[in-house]
Each structure stands twice: as C-alpha cells, then as structure tokens.
C-alpha cells in the first residue's frame, strides 16, 4: 500500500483555489507504471490538477452549470472517490474531502490494471489515503486559530511526511496534534495505538448511544401502466463514549422473521471488519430467498465525536401508506378526491403525520367546500395550499378520505410557479414520523452491543421512520414518470 501523491488545497469563499502544499513520490510513479500497464494516467503538474479536481467537486465558479458527464443520476457519488479529467486520461481513485476552508487530497497507488474498473472494496490504497488525510486534518486542525499558525502548520507537513509516509508508504504511525508539533513524529508505544479518527480520549462514565433513522420515499400514481415506486433509506447514528485510546466495540442490527435485508450497506471507516455478505448486498441484484438478513455486525473503533455508522437501503414489500389523488376541472370548479390507507403492519402511532395539497401555477383560493372523514383541513395563508392534518392516529378501519370542490381567483405574481405542475399535473406530498419504529424492522438494544472495556456502560438505543419525497400524483393528468413496468 502506497500513496502516488498528497495534495493540500487552500479553497475558501471569496477567494481563488490554490495549492498550499503538494508531494509525489517518484518510486511510487514508477511503480503504478510497472503495474497499471496499458490504463495507467500520469499525475498532472499541480496547475492542471488543481482545475480538474475543482471541476470534478463543484468548487469552480464558472462550473456550476449542469453537466451530464458529471452532475447526471448515473453519476450519483456515494463515497470521496472522485475520478479526474486530465488531458492523459481519466485519473482514479482520488480520494478528496473538504473541511473548515481546507480540500484535503491523496492519490493512492492501484496494484492492479485500472481497466475494466476494479471494485473499490478491493482497493486497500483507499482506505489508507484516508487515515492518512485523516491524520493530517487532525494535524492541520489542533490548536490552529489564526492563519500564521496555518502557515506553521503548512510548513511542518514536509517533515511529518518524511517520517510518516517515507517514500509515499505510510507507517503505523499515531497521528494526533501533540506528537506532530515541532515536526517530531513518534511512533506509539502503547500496545494498542489510537487510529486516526480517534484524536481525543474521553475519561468519565461509558456510555452508548445509537439511533436508526429511516427515511422512506415513494412516488404513487394509481394507473395500470405506470408502477409505484418506494424505497427505504436508513442512517445509523452512533455516539461512543468509552475510556481508552483504543476501544473495541461491537454494534449488531438485528432484523426480525419477516424483516426486508438490508442493502447497498456503506459503512464508517472506524469498522475494522466486515462479513462478505454484508458488502455483496446489493439493491441491484434481483431478491430472492437466500438474500443476507443479519446479524449485521460492525466491529468498531468508534471517533470520540457521533459519527454515521453505515448507511443502507432496503426495497420493502410495500409503502407504509398507499393512496390515490383525483383534481378534475368540472365547470368553473375542481373537484379533488383523497384517499389514504396505512398498512396494517406499520405502527399506528405518528408524532405527526398531515398531507399537504399545493395548488400551483393557479390564482388563490376564494371558494372551498369539502367533506372529511377523519382529521381536519386548512388553508395555508399564501391561500395555495391546503394542509390536512390527520394527527397521530388513523382510525381503526385504516383508511381515510378527503374530498370536495375549489375556486380560484385570479393568478398574481405572487402565486407559486411550477415548470412541471402545468394543466392538470399535480400532486399531494405527505409529511410523517413515526417513534420507536422502522419499516424494515431493524433494530438493536443492549444485548446487541458489546463493549470490551472496563466498566459497564450506560446503553441507549432508538430507532424512528421519518417520510422523505414522499408524492402522490393526480390520476386523471400526466405525471413525471420515475420507472415504467417492463413487459417481457
């Protein structure tokens, strides 16, 4: 494992990009020639590089515009691996992140030919580049409160590099702020050396917190030709406060019997180990019986700070709520119907759960009557938007319904424009959250969480189901179409 080159990049607003500070490493060029063969891209003068790493980040000015190569729903960037245009080629993997007016970059070596693309779970380069950025944002960030002390800082990197990353391969080195300063790097001698990411030791009572967010979207239509489509996005959220440079701690999520498996799983670099079947788990492949559902089990050095555990993604059978939407114009009226059924599997207890039915490219309301069969209805005060307020409970039978006729006055500059609600195209948009809750059923408690420290620790856990772009169409108009069924 190697580094190519680092890169320290001065971007701030207001101001031009520049490079502060740049190393490459001529035996590692060499190196990455010998074995990327045919796909290898040489590293460009800091110049070129600066303006394409700029581009490639949307930190250019002139580069704001969308760009389909770059800015294009095929291009969705998941992680801080960037690929960089440069007049040789495509330049892969540059691992880059931004932090407090600082673009931190590295370029790891690739042991391999680039060409097809190899997958970055088998690139160990990666995750090094990043405890080595890692270390040096602690570096750059320990007691720096003026830009002379940025300018010390900048200075001191030759020497720190020299003895921690000799001829761009990093050592098992403790890169915190004190054992930098005056450009004196030791290494540990503690049996167990604190990672990059763990820059503070914490002393006090242990205690766990860890908090399952799932975010649910779906885009509904209610026509035979057009599927509805949803998807569960999930966050685990983690704050760890344990004695020790280096604690070992161990976070499983748990799915019960009839559980959606989780997939598409990225997890913090604090995880030092991962089974093979959590990584293989993808919302590309088709789903059958033998898909992986848990234990997930993250082995973990956690950062003192809370941090993002992993990220995931799941296709559950079904959306929590499923309805349909009905405006049609009828004489100098619009009728408009509303129906809403939440699933019997789904916790019927909201903090808050209301619908909301905007009316755009249209004069303010001046003329409502309407029926409701549960909850109550109100007019927004720009007079284009109705809010229905369901509450924190559906009734018993599960469904509700919402229907009724709207004037509308003259349209004035101050009503909302929409370049896609045109004609009759328009939609209702839901708004929930619901406790202690997630619809694909994963959850942890304290039988789940293992901490190998002295003491017992204090272990909080919660979980909660929030909606997020969650739209239903009007029926009797065109709609955006997200995915159209395949008829084989």
């Known amino acids: 494992m190697a580094l190519r080159g680092l890169w320290l990049v001065g971007h701030e607003q207001g101001s031009c990009a520049t490079v502060l500070f740049s190393r490459r490493y001529p035996t590692v060029e060499k190196r990455a020639i010998c074995l990327n063969r045919a796909s290898y891209v ?40 960037y690929a960089l245009q440069t007049e040789s080629g495509e330049l892969w993997p540059v691992v880059a992140f931004q932090k ?83 450009n004196h790097v030791t290494p540990s001698s503690h049996p167990q050396k604190p990672p990059a990411w763990r820059t503070s030791v914490y002393k006090g009572k242990p ?78 492949d088709v789903m059958d019986d033998s898909a992986f559902s848990g234990p997930y089990k993250f082995p973990l050095i956690p950062p003192a700070d809370p941090f993002d555990l992993c990220f995931y993604t799941s296709q559950v059978p079904v959306p929590p709520i499923l309805g349909f939407y009905q405006l049609k114009e009828e004489e100098s009226q619009w009728k408009f119907t509303v129906h809403l059924k939440l699933h019997e599997s789904v916790k019927n207890t909201f903090e808050y759960c209301e619908a909301r039915i905007p009316f755009l490219n249209r004069g303010p309301i001046t003329h409502l009557e309407y029926k409701v069969s549960y909850g109550q209805l109100e007019v927004a005060k720009e007079k284009s938007l109705l809010v229905w307020v369901i509450g924190q409970k559906f009734p018993k039978s599960l469904e509700i319904s919402l229907s009724g006729t709207v004037t509308f006055g003259t349209l004035s500059q101050e009503q909302q424009i929409d370049p896609v609600c045109t004609g009759n195209t328009t939609y209702i948009k839901l708004y929930f959250r619901i406790l202690d809750f997630t619809l694909t059923g994963c959850y942890t408690d304290q039988h789940s969480i293992q901490v190998f420290s002295s003491g017992k620790p204090k272990i909080s856990t919660a979980r909660e189901l929030l909606s997020s772009d969650y739209y239903i169409w009007n029926s009797k108009a065109p709609a955006p179409v997200v995915y159209r069924t395949l008829l084989f």
């Open 100 to 182: 407090s007016g600082l673009v931190y970059v590295g370029l790891p070596l690739v042991e391999q030919p680039l060409a097809p693309r190899p997958p970055l779970i088998s690139i160990s380069g990666v995750s090094q580049a990043f405890a080595v950025l890692s270390g040096l944002l602690a570096f750059m960030n320990s007691s720096q409160k003026s830009k002379a002390e940025r300018t010390s800082k900048i200075g001191q990197l030759p020497g720190l590099l020299m003895q921690s990353c000799p001829l761009g391969t990093p050592l098992d080195m403790n890169l915190n702020g004190s054992s930098l300063e005056n």
């Open 42 to 81: 040489a590293v460009p003068e800091d110049g070129p590089f600066l303006k394409a790493l700029l581009f490639e980040l949307r930190l250019a000015d002139e580069d704001q515009s969308f760009i389909e190569r770059r800015d294009g729903c095929s291009r969705i960037n998941k992680t801080s691996v």
């Open 207 to 284: 205690q766990v917190n860890v908090c399952i967010t799932e975010k649910v979207k779906s885009v509904q239509y209610d026509k035979r030709d057009v599927s509805d489509m949803w998807q569960v996005y999930g966050t685990v959220t983690c704050k760890c406060d344990i004695e020790g440079t280096a604690p070992n701690v161990t976070i499983s999520l748990n799915l019960p019997a009839n559980g959606s498996p989780l997939q598409d799983i990225l997890a913090h670099p604090c995880v030092t180990s991962l089974d093979s079947a959590v990584l293989t788990s993808s919302s590309v």
